[in-house]
């Protein structure tokens, strides 16, 4: 168990709709970082954020959006949903308190069905 | 721009036979280097990093990985196989020329390796 927890495990949906996937950090972490894995892609960075602000970002769509919250609990929104969007999404962790080199742990993922 | 490469998509091992799981990466600065596993319907688990110093790195369940810079690999391995090694391995790298703030990693596709009993 890394500490990260994420919710849901699972999230079946329609088209078209919009979710919310939530990230809790290991404790004392302050940086949040999401990822979507699937199949054609392999695994993407999708945003970071550290403390509350936007840190970077990678492949992520303009349909999806992210924050962070004062507890350093963190929020991925998918909106208008397409069969496309359907993945694994993973939430880690990391100190980010020095150099960059810090380990990222993950949580266990939110698996999205999009029908 | 920092990238990695998993060359095998499977790696077929007998077991108590030694197993390599290779990884070349490609940065315009120093690596950090990172290896996870990943069990089905299970989240990434942290193996082990190179960030400096001795090219050999130990890390969890008796994995080993071999930094070296003139091939720019970071191949993983294990001198004795187990069944429950079977998983889908990650190999994963940062540039320390990224930029301040950004510390994104990038993986690689993945190499499924079965452990043969």
């Known amino acids: ?104 742990y993950f949580g266990p993922g939110t698996r999205l069905l999009v029908l | 721009a920092q990238s990695v490469a998993q060359p095998e998509d499977q790696v077929n091992v007998a077991e108590g036979n030694p197993l390599t799981v290779k990884c070349t990466y490609s940065v315009s600065g120093n690596p950090y280097l990172f290896w996870y596993v990943q069990y089905p319907n299970r989240g990434l688990q942290f193996l082990l990093k190179y960030i400096t110093g001795d090219n050999l790195v130990k890390g969890s369940y008796g994995f080993e990985a071999e930094f070296n810079k003139s091939q720019t690999s970071f191949h993983l391995k294990k001198p004795s196989a187990l069944v429950s090694d079977s998983a889908l391995y990650f190999c994963a790298v940062r540039d320390s020329d990224s930029g301040a703030g950004s510390y994104q990693l990038t993986f690689g596709k993945g190499t499924k390796l079965s452990v043969i009993p």
């Open chain 1, 1 to 104: 168990d890394s500490g990260v927890t994420q919710t849901p495990k699972h999230l079946i949906t329609a088209t078209g709709q919009r979710v919310t996937l939530r990230c809790s950090p290991r404790s004392g972490d302050l940086s949040v970082y999401w990822y979507q894995q699937s199949l054609d892609q392999g695994l993407q960075f999708l945003i970071q954020y550290y403390n509350g602000e936007e840190r970077a970002k990678g492949n992520i769509l303009e349909r999806f959006s992210a924050q962070q919250f004062p507890d350093l609990h963190s929020e991925l929104n998918l909106s208008s949903l397409e069969l496309g969007d359907s993945a694994l999404y993973f939430c880690a962790s990391s100190v980010e308190g020095g150099t960059g080199k810090e380990t990222q």
